[in-house]
């Protein structure tokens, strides 16, 4: 029976019929989705996947974020109406399900007045029930890029860290959150991982940025400078701050505003994947609204770093984002995810660059696996041979053993890439192996068949090591492997533009 601590007095909620919950952020809709998410979603599913490998019921959501004065502005720029901007791009980060080949249950978006909006709305009065928002007139510096007033903490030689661009000075009467109530509790929390953050230096980083002092937060903004929102539900001159807004999609999405049976089976978050520029709002505002509803805490959060390009921050005006249709387009689901999987360290920035890619590519799945899987399959395929479900050879045993312990340890802790390394070493164990015994010298002799027998058997285990990781890939193994057809899975690129 699973415990899950979610008050300041240490109660403990129980159920025998828990779920496994993952989340990723939602997408901010004031551009177009960028390889950036596709890693955060790529992440996610696999772990989804895994857990469901497992045994266990797993919930997937994703989905967008659409109100705010970005987006509002952005839509501006592009001369449409806010909702007709954002029904446009929402639909492009949905689609990244297909051409990602995601496996997530459920997609939220922020304008859904069906699910989401009654969510927010009892969000706020229970917030307000627990004399947790007042009203005071501020005057502050916004961040437009953060959608967030910011401080000089957040801010160097007058430019927000993150955004590098000077904030707007802001003086209006605002709905504020009493976040520095609940400082000392969130701290504690995070210090005893009862929110556990991934990795470390990250959690490290939210702990000196409490010992700072919290203080409370603005959550509401004038109806009058920003009307694209949902509005206050007791004060129709007022808008929900974007953020208490979005934070709610994870509870949004399980039918919290009717108290409904997911909200009971999936809550709370097991994991959340989040990047490193909203670490704060995850992992202090947002625990800080869930003690204040009296709500489960997330149980972990994972944090990624940003994907550069060619050793650059991705911009418009650089001309280097990567567009993650256009990538799978050209070269497939499977050898992107690879790539982001494999090459991008799972929690610090990582660059890519078509030369590496190809590099990846050609060495890793064309030379490598794909290599490996036409080798086996199509002496197998002579000999009319079966994958059996053992091996006695000891020296197969061994490593296949090895291979699965540190499978399961580095994906249960986030370390993708190292359960790639993993796979890929067994796979140069099988190529060793078969250069060594050279199979296709012992055709008419019986002695093939221990070989192939264990290449068959170790193929098939890899087979399985990928489902989590290249679905699609893994399917076309396990189709090979009983039918006997040799098919070349990665065909080199040649060329790479």
Same mark, same amino acid.
Request: net charge positive; with cysteine; charged share 30%.
């Given at each position: 029976?699973?415990?899950?601590?979610?008050?300041?007095?240490?109660?403990? $909620?129980?159920?025998?019929?828990?779920?496994?919950?993952?989340?990723?952020?939602?997408?901010?809709?004031?551009?177009?989705?960028?390889?950036?998410?596709? $890693?955060?979603?790529?992440?996610?599913?696999?772990?989804?996947?895994?857990?469901?490998?497992?045994?266990?019921?797993?919930?997937?959501?994703?989905?967008?974020?659409?109100?705010?004065?970005?987006?509002?502005?952005?839509?501006?720029?592009?001369?449409?109406?806010?909702?007709?901007?954002?029904?446009?791009?929402?639909?492009?980060?949905?689609?990244?399900?297909?051409?990602?080949?995601?496996?997530?249950?459920?997609?939220?978006?922020? +304008?859904? #007045?069906?699910?989401?909006?009654? /969510?927010?709305?009892?969000?706020?009065?229970?917030?307000?029930?627990?004399?947790?928002?007042?009203?005071?007139?501020?005057?502050?510096?916004?961040?437009?890029?953060?959608? /967030?007033?910011?401080t000089k903490k957040d801010s160097r030689n007058g430019k927000c860290v993150i955004h590098q661009k000077k904030p707007e000075i802001i003086e209006e009467e605002n709905y504020f959150?009493?976040?520095?109530?609940?400082?000392?509790?969130?701290?504690?929390?995070?210090?005893k991982n009862k929110i556990k953050i991934i990795p470390k230096s990250r959690k490290n980083e939210i702990l000196n940025f409490i010992k700072q002092g919290l203080g409370d937060i603005?959550?509401?903004?004038?109806?009058?400078?920003?009307?694209?929102?949902?509005?206050?539900?007791?004060?129709?001159?007022?808008?929900?701050?974007?953020?208490?807004?979005?934070?709610?999609?994870?509870?949004?999405?399980?039918?919290?505003?009717?108290?409904? #049976?997911?909200?009971?089976?999936?809550?709370?978050?097991?994991?959340?994947?989040?990047? #490193?520029?909203?670490?704060?709002?995850?992992?202090?505002?947002?625990?800080?609204?869930?003690?204040?509803?009296? $709500?489960?805490?997330?149980?972990?959060?994972?944090?990624?770093?940003?994907?550069?390009?060619?050793?650059?921050?991705?911009?418009?005006?650089?001309?280097?984002?990567?567009?993650?249709?256009?990538?799978?387009?050209?070269?497939?689901?499977?050898?992107?995810?690879?790539?982001?999987?494999?090459?991008?360290?799972?929690?610090?920035?990582?660059?890519?660059?078509?030369?590496?890619?190809?590099?990846?590519?050609?060495?890793?799945?064309?030379?490598?696996?794909?290599?490996?899987?036409?080798?086996?399959?199509?002496?197998?395929?002579?000999?009319?041979?079966?994958?059996?479900?053992?091996?006695?050879?000891?020296?197969?045993?061994?490593?296949?053993?090895?291979?699965?312990?540190?499978?399961?340890?580095?994906?249960?802790?986030?370390?993708?890439?190292?359960?790639?390394?993993?796979?890929?070493?067994?796979?140069?164990?099988?190529?060793?192996?078969?250069?060594? !015994?050279?199979?296709?010298?012992?055709? !008419?002799?019986?002695?093939?068949?221990?070989?192939?027998?264990?290449?068959?058997?170790?193929?098939?285990?890899?087979?399985?090591?990928?489902?989590?990781?290249?679905?699609? +890939?893994?399917?076309?193994?396990?189709?090979?492997?009983?039918?006997?057809?040799?098919?070349?899975?990665?065909?080199?690129?040649?060329?790479?533009?």
């Amino acid at each position: 029976m699973e415990k899950f601590y979610f008050s300041k007095k240490n109660k403990v $909620l129980e159920s025998k019929t828990k779920g496994f919950y993952i989340t990723t952020s939602i997408v901010y809709t004031n551009t177009p989705p960028h390889i950036g998410f596709a $890693l955060e979603s790529i992440q996610a599913d696999v772990l989804a996947r895994y857990h469901r490998l497992l045994g266990k019921d797993v919930y997937f959501l994703t989905g967008t974020d659409e109100h705010g004065a970005k987006v509002a502005r952005a839509a501006e720029e592009e001369r449409k109406n806010p909702k007709e901007f954002v029904d446009e791009i929402s639909k492009k980060v949905r689609a990244l399900k297909e051409i990602l080949n995601l496996s997530n249950n459920d997609f939220i978006r922020t +304008t859904d #007045k069906r699910r989401h909006w009654p /969510a927010v709305e009892k969000v706020w009065l229970k917030l307000k029930e627990n004399g947790d928002i007042y009203k005071k007139k501020y005057r502050g510096l916004y961040c437009l890029g953060c959608e /967030a007033f910011i401080t000089k903490k957040d801010s160097r030689n007058g430019k927000c860290v993150i955004h590098q661009k000077k904030p707007e000075i802001i003086e209006e009467e605002n709905y504020f959150f009493r976040l520095s109530k609940y400082s000392k509790e969130i701290k504690k929390l995070i210090e005893k991982n009862k929110i556990k953050i991934i990795p470390k230096s990250r959690k490290n980083e939210i702990l000196n940025f409490i010992k700072q002092g919290l203080g409370d937060i603005s959550f509401s903004r004038l109806r009058k400078n920003l009307k694209w929102g949902i509005p206050v539900p007791d004060d129709e001159n007022q808008t929900i701050y974007v953020w208490s807004d979005a934070l709610a999609n994870y509870i949004s999405a399980l039918g919290y505003a009717k108290n409904g #049976k997911k909200m009971k089976k999936y809550w709370p978050t097991d994991i959340h994947f989040i990047g #490193k520029d909203i670490l704060k709002f995850h992992c202090v505002i947002w625990p800080g609204m869930l003690l204040s509803l009296k $709500l489960p805490l997330p149980k972990t959060i994972f944090v990624h770093g940003f994907i550069t390009s060619g050793g650059q921050k991705m911009s418009k005006s650089l001309r280097n984002v990567i567009d993650p249709f256009e990538l799978v387009k050209k070269y497939g689901t499977d050898a992107v995810r690879y790539f982001l999987l494999r090459e991008i360290p799972p929690t610090e920035d990582g660059d890519f660059t078509y030369e590496k890619f190809k590099k990846r590519y050609n060495s890793d799945l064309a030379a490598g696996l794909g290599n490996l899987v036409a080798r086996v399959i199509t002496l197998a395929k002579k000999q009319k041979l079966k994958v059996k479900n053992g091996i006695q050879n000891q020296e197969f045993k061994k490593i296949i053993d090895v291979t699965w312990k540190k499978y399961r340890k580095d994906l249960n802790d986030f370390k993708f890439n190292e359960v790639l390394i993993s796979i890929w070493n067994l796979i140069s164990f099988c190529d060793k192996y078969i250069e060594k !015994k050279r199979p296709w010298e012992l055709l !008419k002799s019986q002695k093939i068949k221990p070989i192939l027998n264990n290449l068959l058997f170790t193929l098939s285990n890899i087979a399985q090591m990928l489902q989590p990781f290249l679905p699609e +890939t893994s399917g076309k193994i396990f189709k090979q492997i009983k039918e006997k057809e040799a098919e070349t899975l990665f065909p080199k690129i040649k060329n790479v533009n």
